[in-house]
Every structure is written in C-alpha cells, then in structure tokens.
C-alpha cells in the first residue's frame, strides 16, 4: 500500500472568510480531504506581520477561521486543523532557511515588491520581508505534496520549491517539493465591478452573512452601465452578476445568457435570482455553523487536538533536518 500524499494548506486570521476563498480554495480543501493526508494552518504569526500592534484580536479571529473551516465541511475527523504559533519547530526551520535565501530573492517576490513600490522599504519590517521563507518552512515541515491556494499564492509556492531544492542540495535529500493547486474556477470578481473579491477592498459577501445582507450586496452589484432599461439588451460577458451566476448557477448559465442579450430578464430579477442561488449554496454551510455554534467549547478542543497531532508531524520531520545538517548534537536532551 502507498503512503497517501499530504496537503498543507491555510489562512491568516484576519478575518471570516468568503466567497472568494470557497471558490478559489476552500471547496478544493474539502473535496481532496478523503484523499490526501491533510493538515490546515491557521497562520496567526504570519498575520502579525502586518497586525503586530493588534495581537489581541487574534484568538477571537483563529476561532472564526476555524469555525469558517467547519461550516464549509472540512472534518476534524480527518483533517489536521491548528495553529501556526503553537507549533514552534516552524519558526525553527524557518531560520534555518533564512541562512542561505537572500534578500534579493526576497526582494523579488511580488507581494513583497508590491508592498515596496507601494511604502518602500524603510518601512518595511523584517518580518514582513520574510515571511514568505516562514510559509515555505509552514509547508515543507509537513512534506506537503500539494497545497490547494488562490492564484495569489503561487509565487509562494514557487519559492518554497526553491527552498526545498537548495536544502536537499546542501543537505541531502531530506523535505519534499511540494506543487500548488489552484482551483480552475475562474477568480470571484468584486460585486463592486473590482477584478477580486476581498476584505480590504470592501467588496467581500461573506461565508457568515445572513441573507438580508447577502440580498443587499447583491442588489447594489455592478451590472452593464449601459443597460438603462430592463428591456435593452444586455452585455453579459462585462456583469459582475452574470459573472457570479456562472460560477453558482451553472445549469441556468445559458438562459441567463440569451434572456440578458434578448432584453427578456432585467437586472432586478437576475440579482434575485442570484441571492436565491446564494441562500440555497450557503444551507448546508449554515446548518453546520449552527451546529457547531451550540457548542463552542468544540472549536478549543479541535484546534487543541489539531495542533498536538500537527506537533507529532513536525517533531519528526525537524529530527530529520537537525540531523541532515549535523547539529543534531545532544540530541536526547531536546524535549
Ligand atoms: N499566505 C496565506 C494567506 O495569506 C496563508 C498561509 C500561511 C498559507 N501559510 C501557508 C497558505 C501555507 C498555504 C500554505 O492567506
């Protein structure tokens, strides 16, 4: 029998989670559960990167993440979910990495080079500047083969194959490149008419909205600016609506279509029919959210749970790193 294969896959907290990373990762996650060995981050240390005079606020966010991940049907049971800090050996590898990765490279990251372009680097800390080399240490201490993420994320994965392949080069073969999977639903574009779905642009519809709001985001969408009348003929291809309605409502995809483009359902109509589609999409994710939230006690135990499972992954793999290096030295006196 082969070995099953791992995923290593995660958030910050920063947040409730939303549409966007349902489609663009979450329902990947969920789906490949049964098949791989898999393990979720919820990445607080990341997240003080950029929130480091907000730490307060972290606990009350790892639990919403955390309940986000149950509602959508990621299962204790079977998946590893826990929390980065609590897991040390990460911190550990990521300074090892950070030995022999430059700044340069670093430099070079488009997350990091945007952030430059934006404030430069004198204010930039040096946290921020290399917590990508912390997501490759995230990923690779769990020898993770595939790491199901938003387009966003590649460039990451791209420098933890590098990383992967500069330390089995120096140190033997030792930590595993991992591939990323990204899901072929086209990105969730803002109702606002925005390119992405995101919170710090304000565009976001939640996993955790009620239906009012959910109605009212969706009545004020971006449709076909040219489209006074429900009559005129619409433009599907540039509507944010129709856009959504691909993604949720596929069936009725082609008649949405021909009815727009023949002035024959107005935009009032269609955005119902969009919040409908949503109310139906979100009942299973409610019914377990309720669930759960009867008794929250739960959510401590599963993230305790998570993490002294995730802890047993990382011990191992860091004995092995320690050793591939030499400095394994006193090896019985590490706790
Ligand atoms: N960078 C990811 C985000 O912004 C979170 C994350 C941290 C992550 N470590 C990871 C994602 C490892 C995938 C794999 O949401």
Known sequence: MTKKKSIL????????????????????????????????????????????????????????????????????????????????????????????????????????????????????????????????????????????????????????????????????????EPKALVSNCPRLVGLDGNTKMSKSLGNAIYLSDPDEIIAKKVRSAVTDPARIHPTDPGHPNICSVFAYQKTFNPEKTAEIESNCKAGKIGCVACKKMLSETLTIFLEPIRERRKEYEKNPKVIDEILMEGTKRARKVTNTTMSEVRQAMHIDYLNKARL
């Open 9 to 176: 896959t995660g958030d910050r907290p920063t947040g409730p989670l939303h549409l966007g990373h349902y489609v663009g990762s979450l329902e990947n996650r969920v789906k490949l559960q049964h098949e791989y060995n898999t393990f979720v981050i919820i990445a607080d240390v990341q997240a003080l990167s950029t929130n480091f005079e907000h730490p307060e606020n972290l606990w009350d966010d790892i639990r919403k993440v955390t309940l986000d991940y149950l509602s959508v049907g990621i299962d204790p049971e079977i998946s590893t979910i826990f929390v980065q800090s609590l897991v040390p050996d990460i911190a550990e590898l990521a300074q090892y990495f950070s030995m022999y990765i430059s700044v340069n490279v670093l430099r070079h990251n488009p997350t990091i080079k945007t952030e430059a372009s934006e404030r430069g680097y004198k204010e930039m800390m040096y946290g921020f500047l290399g917590y990508p080399i912390s997501q490759a240490a995230d990923i690779s201490i769990f020898k993770a083969n595939l790491v199901p993420v938003g387009e966003d994320q590649v460039p990451h994965i791209e420098l933890t194959r590098k990383i992967v392949r500069r330390f089995n080069q120096l140190y033997g073969e030792t930590l595993v």
